[in-house]
């Protein structure tokens, strides 16, 4: 009775996890524009303590080269998205106008040079964004800024008043005896938030030089920033550093998924597995585990992999009810789908009378099953470069044919792990790769 109630949770469980109601739309009807505010003032060095982490130019190639990765996974993801691009300085300059073209975006971008005036000046940037939205002939359109500076610091004099002091560029903080000098955003750049916030969504990140002893109130300064970053040592409210490339990366790739609706908080455009998530969320393949994750490194079950498939083919309804699989009872959520699959010759089972349908479906399995769909093709070679995969293995023609079609790389350039466990996340990119990126 025991054992009878826990299969019954199991399979509570995975029906959850199969058929939670998240879908994620990448493609939009509604038009959408985002400027990119870029930094590429040449006066700032950064460091960790006495450690020097970035130049002003190796600074700035770092925020070009996440502008770009952020820029393409948008313009990948959303059709009727049109970005761009706008380097300021001491004044602001057009780099791109709106376009939809990755490459021309991608080619501005990496263009953008260090050199010139080396005074900074935010506000030009944001008042540029706002020359170029304000010419958007759709009012009904989606707009979005996002602000990337290097050069936040926290040192120096400060006034006594603790207010930020209009008249110095470089703000002068007062904490309690310690004298604090903010050097952040000019009352001019806030005003030309504060009219750009009127119409469109604002998000900040920044490079900053240093972070200790950061002032509460310069939360007065960037409350009208959203700034996603990871958490470090004791970040404020709408504050969070940057030291470094990852974290950098992280920061656009977490304003991509506001601006998208993206509602997986473990799934972005830097896992190689954001298309494929994508792309089942429409298929009606697979969703969430729950209303926020996704669940990427979860194990998979025989039974899981077959409904994907079954999903992926429109759910067609089997020709005959009954099955030899005695693990199998009707009523089960997968019980139609693997009716189907065994009908159409992608399974035969664990054994003549078994399916195991709860059984962990390995990296070999899945690879197999595509393979049966695609009509058992010959591969075209007969040696593979996974060392872990041998010819008398029943996977071997499926593996060989996957390599070839580039549905799988390995899990390194010589093995396979042909037993290993699969997880959500691989099997919804070999899937993708096999219907979709050919």
């Known amino acids: 009775m025991k ?4 299969s019954m949770i199991l399979a509570l469980v995975l029906v959850c996890s199969l058929f939670v109601p998240v879908t994620v739309h990448a493609e939009t009807t509604v038009p959408t524009y985002t400027v990119l505010v870029l930094d590429t003032s040449g006066q ?32 990948r993801l959303n059709h009727n998205h049109n970005v761009a691009v706008v380097s ?63 050069g936040l610091t926290n040192t120096g004099a400060s006034s006594s008043s603790g207010l930020y002091d209009s008249s ?22 806030i005003k030309s938030a504060q ?3 009127e119409y469109a969504n604002v998000y900040s990140v920044g490079l900053f030089e240093t972070w200790d002893n950061m002032p509460s109130a310069g939360q007065e300064i960037v409350t009208f920033f959203k700034m996603f970053t990871e958490d470090l040592a004791n970040p404020l409210e709408n504050y969070s550093p940057v030291y470094n490339k990852n974290d950098l990366d992280y ?31 429409e298929e009606g393949i697979t969703t969430g585990t729950n209303l926020n994750t996704f669940n990427p490194n979860e194990i998979c079950t025989r039974e899981q992999m077959v409904t994907f498939l079954w999903r992926k083919m429109g759910q067609p309804a089997p020709q005959d009810t009954d099955t030899a699989f005695t693990d199998l009872q009707p009523g089960r959520f997968s019980y139609d789908a693997i009716l189907w699959a ?17 059984r962990i479906v390995t990296r070999e399995q899945v690879v197999t099953f595509l393979w049966r769909v695609d009509g058992m093709p010959e591969p075209e070679s007969v040696i593979t470069k996974f060392t872990d995969v041998k010819p008398y293995a029943f996977s071997y023609p499926a593996i060989l044919w996957a390599q070839e079609e580039g ?31 050919e």
């Open 3 to 6: 054992k009878r109630f826990l």
């Open 251 to 281: 920061a656009f790739a977490e304003i991509c998924n506001d601006i998208i609706d993206n509602p997986f908080n473990d799934v972005n455009y830097q896992k190689y597995y954001f298309d494929a998530v994508f792309w089942a969320g």
């Open 407 to 437: 549905i799988t790389n390995g899990t390194s350039a010589t093995t396979f792990e042909p037993e290993a466990p699969c997880t959500r996340a691989q099997i919804i990119t070999f899937m993708y790769r096999y219907y979709v990126d």
């Open 44 to 75: 700032h060095q950064f460091y960790s303590g006495n450690t020097r982490i970035y130049t002003a130019d190796s600074a700035v190639n770092e925020v070009k080269t996440a502008a770009c990765n952020f820029s393409e996974a948008l313009l």
């Open 342 to 358: 065994e009908e159409q010759g992608i399974t035969n089972g664990t054994s003549p009378t078994t399916f195991s349908p709860a």
């Open 195 to 197: 009219v750009l916030h």
């Open 88 to 150: 300021y300085k001491g004044s602001a300059t057009t780099v791109s106008n709106f376009t939809q073209d990755s490459d021309k975006l991608l080619s501005a971008i990496r263009n953008i040079s260090t050199n010139g005036d080396e005074s900074v000046n935010v506000a030009s940037g944001l008042d540029r964004a706002n020359q170029l939205l304000s010419a958007v002939k759709d009012k009904n359109a989606v707009m979005n800024v996002i602000v990337f500076t290097t």
């Open 168 to 189: 110095v560029p470089g703000s002068d903080w007062y904490n309690r005896s310690t004298k604090i000098k903010l050097y952040c955003y000019a009352n001019a750049a």
